[in-house]
């Protein structure tokens, strides 16, 4: 069994920082892509960052300049650099994880963590 596990989410003060971590626990035998999505209040979950084992980033233009993912995939983890935080970055932040169990390869998995809060406000 894969769980996906956060941290580093809290409240924070806009113009602040704050770095999220994931780690997958479990046994991973490829990771193709580890992301980052939030879910605002009132909205629908959205991608606002994506890592890729060729080292790929892909970012949301609602985080872009501000938010910086990188991933170390041998130890199955990613984080999330957060900068200059303002408070319509206040959501639900949860990291997904697609890839394959050695016994299923090509075929892939996709896992999802339960998140964590970040709450910008003064």
């Known amino acids: 069994q894969v769980q996906l596990v956060e941290s580093g989410g809290g409240e924070v003060q806009p113009g602040g920082s704050l770095t999220l971590t994931c780690a997958a626990n479990?046994?991973?035998?490829?990771?193709?892509?580890m992301d980052w999505y939030r879910r605002a209040p009132g909205n629908q979950r959205t991608l606002i960052a994506s890592?890729?084992?060729?080292?790929?980033?892909i970012y949301a233009d609602s985080v872009k300049g501000r938010f910086t993912i990188s991933g170390d995939f041998a130890k199955r983890e990613v984080y999330l650099q957060m900068n200059s935080l303002i408070p319509e970055d206040t959501a639900v932040y949860y990291c997904?994880?697609?890839?394959?169990?050695?016994?299923?390869?090509?075929?892939?998995?996709?896992?999802w963590g339960r998140g964590t809060q970040v709450t910008v406000s003064s």
């Open positions: 997904f994880l697609r890839g394959s169990l050695y016994r299923e390869y090509p075929n892939t998995r996709d896992y």
């Open positions: 479990g046994t991973i035998f490829d990771v193709r892509s």
């Open positions: 890592c890729t084992v060729s080292g790929t980033t």
